[in-house]
């Protein structure tokens, strides 16, 4: 069938609703109607493999085989100094019987956001949440509450105090044994006490100002088995140790993706990454944040007094009596370079908050633009900075020649080093170009547009970036000591 992709002669890939040999036959069970309930996808099963006619992939916050139910949520908001990336949710079921059963999840926390909330898919007493090595008692309940939405703040009274900050150093030495019979002292004296731990387990002070302790493993590794999957030396994680569902990385210092595949590295100082985070999706421009308001008025401003200043300055050195040397060339093509330079700036930032506001979704849009955008905005940086830096040159030689100067040698030179300049400018940054990609970041529903640069590629760029810096500044300084 059309929608369907051929892998070789004889095996035809086909999409959820169709199967057979060449993908014509169509499943009925998930059309026309979708029986699955909340937005849920409708996967429809071959019978020959299962009893069932199709399953229900449900949205985040529903469960059920039609996903008819509504799962509990937790809204969390963070009231301490620092809010985390990434937090772990540790729900503890209890038991009279026997050992308390403990389901970790994770939950990434959006970007300038103080809040993140939780969907409860199994029966829980007790939610511990962890981030920067340190666990905050969130819920405790004697008994689970079904249908029951939760909203909580995390304070720094809610963090956990590891026993040896509230035991005195005599009780701390005792054996273990001996030392534990004293930790009822910490929840009578310490009226702020939510919880507390030791090496082996965790303590909570109930209404009464009782601890409760049970055994709890601080070291617990969800390491996925021992197989990493993660790049760039990410962090493997499970949910569960014994039966896991998920997995995630946890990515070190400027690297992010599913695998920490990519690198804010590359970014340099690219605006994506200092100011793509800003800009929420699916919000308004009018409700954005100040940060998006004012640096879109900002940018506006200086588009516009960029275009009336590079408007004048080509006037100006478009002149005859500009045109008889070459820095009269030089400053004109500067002039265009500049204006064309705010052009593409202004462009690159309004279309930034576009795509990050899902505006635009058009994939070859987005990825003509990745490749060229970043690429021409650095070309004519770089071009206008070896621009000057031949003004500089030929002043320098114009005070050292004085009349013997040669006007009409300086237009011919001008004229030819110029297509020189552009030329050998635009080649060391092709590697840019070529190196860029789209990536799709599904828990924040955005797309970014990101530069992958192998090992020598990344030693290249730093040296091309460095160069076309220093050199044209080396050459203006050093011109105008010259002089």
Same mark, same amino acid.
């Given at each position: 069938?059309?929608?369907?992709?051929?892998? #070789?002669?004889?095996?035809?890939?086909?999409?959820?609703?169709?199967?057979?040999?060449?993908?014509? !036959?169509?499943?009925? +069970?998930?059309?026309?109607?979708?029986?699955?309930?909340?937005?849920?996808?409708?996967?429809?099963?071959?019978?020959?493999?299962?009893?069932?006619?199709?399953?229900?992939?449900?949205?985040?916050?529903?469960?059920?085989?039609?996903?008819?139910?509504?799962?509990?949520?937790?809204?969390?908001?963070?009231?301490?100094?620092?809010?985390?990336?990434?937090?772990?949710?540790?729900?503890?079921?209890?038991?009279?019987?026997? @050992?308390?059963?403990?389901? &970790?999840?994770?939950?990434?926390?959006?970007?300038?956001?103080?809040?993140? &909330?939780?969907?409860?898919?199994?029966?829980?007493?007790?939610?511990?949440?962890?981030?920067? #090595?340190?666990?905050?008692?969130?819920?405790?309940?004697?008994?689970?509450?079904?249908? #029951?939405?939760? +909203?909580?703040?995390?304070?720094?009274?809610?963090?956990?105090?590891?026993?040896?900050?509230?035991?005195?150093?005599?009780?701390?030495?005792?054996?273990?044994?001996?030392?534990?019979?004293?930790?009822?002292?910490?929840?009578?004296?310490?009226?702020?006490?939510?919880?507390?731990?030791?090496?082996?387990?965790?303590?909570?002070?109930?209404?009464?100002?009782?601890?409760?302790?049970?055994?709890?493993?601080?070291?617990?590794?969800?390491?996925?088995?021992?197989?990493?999957?993660?790049?760039?030396?990410?962090?493997?994680?499970?949910?569960?140790?014994?039966?896991?569902? &998920?997995?995630?990385?946890?990515?070190?210092?400027?690297?992010?993706?599913?695998?920490?595949?990519?690198? &804010?590295?590359?970014?340099?100082?690219?605006?994506?990454?200092?100011?793509?985070?800003?800009?929420?999706?699916?919000?308004?421009?009018?409700?954005?944040?100040?940060?998006?308001?004012?640096?879109?008025?900002?940018?506006?401003?200086?588009?516009?007094?960029?275009?009336? +200043?590079?408007?004048?300055?080509?006037?100006?050195?478009?002149?005859?009596?500009?045109?008889?040397?070459?820095?009269?060339?030089?400053?004109?093509?500067?002039?265009?370079?500049?204006?064309?330079?705010?052009?593409?700036?202004?462009?690159?930032?309004?279309?930034?908050?576009?795509? %990050?506001?899902? !505006?635009?979704?058009?994939?070859?849009?987005?990825?003509?633009?990745?490749?060229?955008?970043?690429?021409?905005?650095?070309?004519?940086?770089?071009?206008?900075?070896?621009?000057?830096?031949?003004?500089?040159?030929?002043?320098?030689?114009?005070?050292? %020649?004085?009349?013997?100067?040669?006007?009409?040698?300086?237009?011919?030179?001008?004229?030819?080093?110029?297509?020189?300049?552009?030329?050998?400018?635009?080649?060391?940054?092709?590697?840019?170009?070529?190196?860029?990609?789209?990536?799709?970041?599904?828990?924040?529903?955005?797309?970014?547009?990101?530069?992958?640069?192998?090992?020598?590629?990344?030693?290249?760029?730093?040296?091309?970036?460095?160069?076309?810096?220093?050199?044209?500044?080396?050459?203006?300084?050093?011109?105008?000591?010259? @002089?």
């Amino acid at each position: 069938s059309p929608d369907s992709i051929c892998l #070789n002669s004889s095996i035809c890939l086909c999409p959820l609703n169709k199967f057979g040999s060449k993908c014509f !036959l169509q499943y009925t +069970s998930c059309q026309p109607y979708n029986p699955c309930q909340n937005n849920g996808q409708c996967i429809s099963i071959n019978d020959r493999i299962d009893k069932k006619e199709f399953i229900c992939l449900c949205n985040e916050g529903y469960m059920g085989l039609n996903c008819e139910y509504k799962l509990n949520r937790i809204d969390i908001t963070f009231r301490t100094d620092v809010i985390p990336s990434v937090i772990f949710a540790h729900w503890i079921r209890a038991f009279d019987d026997r @050992r308390h059963q403990r389901i &970790t999840t994770f939950k990434k926390v959006p970007f300038d956001q103080h809040s993140v &909330t939780l969907f409860v898919k199994e029966p829980f007493n007790i939610l511990f949440i962890e981030y920067l #090595n340190n666990s905050y008692l969130a819920v405790l309940r004697e008994e689970f509450i079904p249908l #029951n939405d939760i +909203s909580i703040d995390i304070y720094i009274d809610n963090m956990c105090v590891n026993i040896s900050k509230l035991l005195n150093s005599t009780i701390f030495n005792y054996n273990y044994l001996h030392q534990i019979k004293y930790y009822q002292f910490p929840c009578v004296e310490n009226l702020k006490l939510k919880c507390f731990y030791d090496e082996k387990h965790m303590c909570i002070c109930d209404k009464n100002r009782y601890s409760n302790c049970f055994e709890y493993n601080h070291h617990m590794i969800y390491n996925c088995r021992g197989y990493n999957y993660c790049q760039n030396n990410g962090r493997c994680f499970q949910d569960n140790a014994t039966c896991p569902t &998920t997995t995630m990385c946890m990515c070190e210092k400027c690297h992010y993706g599913n695998k920490c595949q990519f690198s &804010t590295k590359g970014f340099s100082l690219s605006l994506d990454a200092i100011f793509g985070y800003h800009v929420k999706p699916f919000i308004s421009f009018f409700k954005q944040s100040k940060a998006v308001k004012i640096t879109a008025a900002l940018t506006t401003i200086m588009f516009i007094i960029g275009i009336i +200043s590079g408007l004048l300055s080509i006037l100006i050195f478009r002149r005859k009596s500009s045109m008889i040397v070459g820095s009269g060339i030089y400053l004109l093509t500067t002039s265009i370079i500049s204006l064309l330079t705010i052009t593409i700036f202004t462009i690159k930032y309004w279309q930034l908050i576009f795509f %990050q506001m899902n !505006l635009i979704t058009n994939r070859s849009f987005l990825y003509m633009n990745c490749l060229l955008v970043d690429m021409l905005l650095n070309f004519f940086l770089s071009s206008g900075d070896w621009l000057n830096a031949c003004v500089s040159i030929e002043r320098a030689i114009t005070s050292l %020649q004085g009349i013997k100067f040669n006007k009409l040698k300086s237009l011919y030179i001008a004229k030819r080093v110029i297509p020189i300049i552009f030329s050998l400018t635009i080649l060391t940054y092709i590697h840019d170009a070529i190196s860029r990609q789209l990536f799709d970041d599904e828990d924040e529903q955005r797309t970014w547009c990101i530069v992958n640069y192998s090992f020598q590629l990344k030693i290249f760029d730093r040296f091309i970036n460095l160069f076309h810096f220093l050199t044209p500044f080396i050459i203006n300084f050093l011109s105008n000591v010259r @002089r």
